[in-house]
């Protein structure tokens, strides 16, 4: 509730508005300069080539294997990370929620000092960790396990390993949020009411949690189809990402036109799954903001 | 405890510390005699630390990280937390929207921004510059800040600023006074959040930054497309020590509590 809404003076409301986008002004100048006019510049760029209009940026979808292979990839890293991380944040946040206030305290800690950890500091300990004569190798062959070391890195393995550590704290942040929301009684009711705890849990807890797997789901999907840094690192040239592809059309071949056309098409895929996921949660919510 | 329970202790466990060995593992790497990064060291020595203390090249990278990292926070800080103000004040549609836009930096994909902060410095000659430096991270700061204080406003009481200003207070001062010292936690998380997120930033840096005004990161991403350089697990020691003792001072922060007035 805003401190007008009890004042009707129309005076006062118009002051209020006015003190409401001056205080907006410095920051949308900011993510106007730097993000919006240069989203812009770039749809116009990916449709013109020689001071022309042209769709052959986009055409190359169609016609260049490369491009969708890349596209191809990258989907399916994300569709591998998001259920990685599903899979392995769910416990976590259901532990942690249902712990003692110490021990989520504790549990909460171990996945947030990671989260607040350099994205390449992270992509270079997996490197150290996965490759050859790594600690990962000569762990398995001092026990026998293998024989050779295995190929972890330089690969797409080493780049979903390092990607689904790095997103993890991002799946079980939203989910530990609503989990904390689910009140106890509930499914004591369940319990007491006859039903496994196998049962409760599938159709109490469980149900009561999808939004927060929603939310986690979508920024761990999203996250992933515009990273760059672990599969730079650690796919060996051989792990093509959407991201990789924007960069090395401008480094390399300075190709602006086929670099913006990626870039919007990357763009309208992430804002196609959020527009997807706003049915079932708002925005705001997804990113914290509520 | 049933089994069941065991088992998934016994899980949570073993993935956590899966979570943290790759965050721990570069601490006893950096301290190695060694040039290769075996584990255990062979031996153990500062050689590397060395290294990164006697390099010019790195000293001026982390000069130029460090100034941008506390530049662009503090101007973040201010910024968003006159936005989320603002955000918080009005049920507008349009104002609704503006959020959006202004949390935009966090699900653009990260080289987009680069490639798009690129074409608009290339174009006013803001490449390699430190203030380029600054004005991107400042935006990619910006949604940290807002969604930190916002959720530090929306526990707070907004009757308490009517009565500040009915007994003659005027806004500004309303605010520094009365609204500020209670959602301080939260401007101080944003604030360390903006910090640590320029701090880390990579994408955009190597896009945007060069010559003397290389960050950190960038500088570090170049030499491990290279080689294994185990100058870099030192530095990767020292931003981790930086990360930790960030999340400490957000909890400390979060757990004293705001002080009832600010005139004392």
């Not at chain 1, 763009?267 to 996921?277: G, H, I, Q």
């Amino acid at each position: 509730m805003s401190a007008s809404s009890t004042d009707p003076s129309l005076a006062h409301k118009r002051g209020e508005q006015r003190l409401v986008l001056l205080l907006l002004a410095p920051s949308l100048a900011v993510v106007g300069c730097l993000l919006i006019v240069p989203l812009c510049w770039l749809v116009w760029q990916s449709v013109r080539q020689d001071g022309a209009f042209t769709l052959a940026h986009y055409a190359r979808f169609f016609s260049d294997a490369v491009y969708w292979t890349t596209f191809l990839q990258t989907f399916r890293i994300a569709f591998i990370v998001t259920a990685a991380t599903v899979l392995l944040g769910y416990p976590i946040a259901y532990v942690a929620a249902g712990a003692s206030r110490r021990w989520s305290i504790f549990i909460l800690a171990m996945v947030i000092l990671p989260f607040w950890t350099s994205v390449l500091v992270r992509a270079y300990a997996w490197l150290i960790l996965l490759q050859r004569r790594g600690l990962v190798n000569s762990v398995l062959t001092d026990f026998g396990l293998i024989q050779n070391p295995l190929a972890l890195v330089n690969n797409e393995l080493g780049t979903v390993i390092a990607t689904v550590h790095i997103l993890l704290p991002f799946m079980v942040l939203p989910l530990y949020a609503t989990m904390q929301k689910i009140p106890a009684e509930l499914t004591m009711a369940g319990a007491s009411l006859g039903g496994t705890p196998f049962y409760v849990f599938t159709r109490v807890f469980l149900p009561l949690s999808l939004p927060g797997v929603v939310a986690g789901m979508v920024l761990v999907f999203v996250l992933t189809l515009g990273f760059y840094i672990t599969p730079e690192l650690l796919g060996g040239g051989r792990t093509y990402m959407v991201s990789m592809l924007v960069s090395r059309n401008i480094e390399v071949y300075n190709e602006w036109g086929a670099a913006s056309s990626i870039s919007i098409v990357l763009l309208a895929c992430v804002f196609l799954v959020f527009r997807l996921a706003s049915l079932i949660i708002p925005f705001e919510r997804i990113m914290g903001a509520r | 405890m049933s089994l069941s329970r065991i088992i998934l202790y016994v899980v949570v466990g073993l993935i956590l510390v899966w979570l943290m060995v790759p965050v721990l593992i570069i601490v006893p790497m950096s301290f190695s005699g060694a040039r290769f990064l075996a584990f255990p060291p062979p031996s153990w020595s500062l050689r590397w630390y060395e290294a990164y203390l006697e390099s010019a090249a790195w000293m001026q990278a982390t000069r130029v990280s460090l100034i941008l990292a506390v530049s662009s926070a503090i101007i973040a800080t201010v910024l968003g937390t006159a936005a989320a103000y603002a955000l918080n004040l009005s049920t507008s549609r349009l104002v609704r929207s503006l959020q959006v836009v202004l949390l935009l930096p966090l699900v653009v994909p990260i080289v987009i921004t680069a490639v798009g902060v690129f074409l608009v410095y290339a174009n006013v000659g803001l490449l390699a510059t430190m203030s380029g430096l600054i004005l991107a991270n400042v935006m990619l700061g910006l949604p940290f800040v807002i969604i930190s204080v916002l959720t530090g406003l929306r526990k707070f009481d907004p009757a308490q600023e009517m009565v500040s200003r009915s007994l003659g207070m005027n806004r500004l001062r309303t605010f520094f006074i009365v609204t500020l010292p209670q959602i301080r936690p939260s401007v101080i998380s944003g604030l360390l959040f903006a910090f640590i997120s320029a701090l880390d930033e990579t994408v955009v840096a190597i896009f945007i930054s060069g010559g003397e005004y290389q960050t950190l990161t960038k500088r570090m991403f170049t030499a491990l497309r290279d080689e294994i350089d185990p100058t870099i697990a030192a530095i990767s020691t020292l931003l981790t020590a930086i990360s930790f003792l960030m999340v400490i001072l957000v909890s400390l922060s979060a757990r004293t509590a705001p002080r009832k007035n600010a005139d004392a």
